[in-house]
């Protein structure tokens, strides 16, 4: 995904965007560029692939004193990755570095092209630059222009300009792609998309709210709206990147609302689901789908099998990666084999796509890390865009897959004809309000803290649901067992009856997912079942149950998916409040590791 950086100060500021942009390679991107101002002039390198080739382009290139830079690491998404379409992109005399998506690209740029300005390359963002300077023409002052040009844009994005207008500023504004603006007491400025590239160098930092715009010089900083609240950036790397969290696992819970806009990014499209790493080609010939995976991945796509056969009608089996491997499976050549994994290095999922690839079989890996063995190994793959994972109980690697596997699943629909055009959309409607849902929630988080002191002895817990809260019910118990060490179990609620209600007693924590959308009274039946057997009840749900000895009450949604994200985060406050109220190490659990490269 794309990066960017921003700098104001004394120091080589040539240096300070490369040194920036490399803290955010983890990211991905195929070209990379800068812009730098001083005394009025403005010079821009760009070059395709790794930051190596920008370096040896500026090698010769250095500044001496005060001065403003932008840069930018670019994930492909609207034209190729040339060094036309990398930023910085340029008007008459203004720079431009963009993150996101500007959905109304195409309208703006007929207006502008209409106007007589010619556009040099293919990218929705260049658009940003020319409407800058078209605003300045009519607007009094230039931060009116860049207001007035960041109102005309719908989609998601994280823009900085610059301009020999303004030669000691940089404009920025924000809505829906991360960006942090930092300081120091030696009065530098610094902008970045993840707070990486500002470890060591700002001493307090700004995670900007979305709909912030402003601009900043070396003597002031100014916003509209909210005033930027700074707090404190800790100059040790590993203190620093909690960005003020206990655990990584609880910044990473937080991160899923920013990860998912990434993730969503170029796919969800305004009426449209589209995917550039597949096309109808590599669906020729598919008339079964075989998920393989471990772990929460293995959760992920048993998720996805609920959503496959009912949206995309495809008949789709789902297997745990250690167990196919043995079983000497049939393999036909109509079946798509897609393995899930967040770190693309997992032995036993990495061996079963080898023993796919020999059957001649279609491989997808769905993956957040690029290069990683799977990604090279598989026929094609698509990213999951989650940032690094640190925690290693996985959390915003699982939401995003899920993600991904859900847009896939409608993709499949959309080419297979299987769903009517106006469900398509509705689905697509549904989508694009996962990210407000996963936005903080601190009276759950509060809720969950609260409820922890209740949950921690007894002698096991069962975690229930019906259909896709199944898998979340699975995965809810797996964060427990992760890093509390208490046992637990997922469980179909329908299946409760059919042997585990025996161990039901008052020591016996039942945790109910009770979605309103999605078989709400079968559950109910099936948790008042275990009620009237003295089980301690914790529901989940919207509805309040009165049952239940305790209740966490969601938001009600028009869609099982919006509920199934929104417990999915109540799942991993929860089992993250247990753990750490029993003392265990939250990021790094005993006997686990973050990447399981055994079999
Ligand atoms: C998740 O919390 C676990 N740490 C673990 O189950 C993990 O999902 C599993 O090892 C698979 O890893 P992968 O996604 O990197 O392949």
Redesign the pocket.
Known sequence: MCGIVGYIGERDIKNRLIEGLRELEYRGYDSAGIAVMQDGRIESFKAVGKLLNLEEKTKNFSTDGHGVGIGHTRWATHGKPTELNAHPHMGEYSYVVHNGIIENYREIKGMLEKEGITFLSQTDTEVIVHLFEKEAEREDDLFSAFKATIELLDGAYAVLLVTKKAPDTIFFARKGSPMIIGRNSRGEIFFASSDAPLIGEAEEVSYMKDGTVGFVTSETIHTEGDELQFVPLAGDKMTAQKGGYRFFMEKEIYEQYDVMSDTMIGRVLDRDIHFEEIDEEFLKGISRIKLC???????AALTSSYLFERLSKIPVNVEI?SEFRYKEPLLTDDTLFIV???????A??LEALKMAKEAGLKTLAI???DNSS?VRLADASILTRAGIEK?????K??AT?VMVLWMLSLYFAKKRGSLSEERIQEEIKYMNYVPKVLQKSLEVHEKCKRLSKRYLHGHGFFFIGRDIFFPLAL?GA??LK?ISYLHAEGYPAGEMKHGPIALADAELFTIALMPKTLLYDKTKSNVEELSARDSTILSISPEMFDLADDFILTHPHNHPMLEFFEMMIVEQLLAMEIAIRLGNDVDMPRN?????TVE
């Open positions: 995976a471990c772990g929460t991945s293995y959760h990666a899930i994994s967040q770190s693309g290095e997992t036993d999922t993956c957040n890390v799977i925690g290693v109980a996985s959390t690697a699982f897959q995965e797996l964060k992760e686990l590791a973050k990447s399981v």
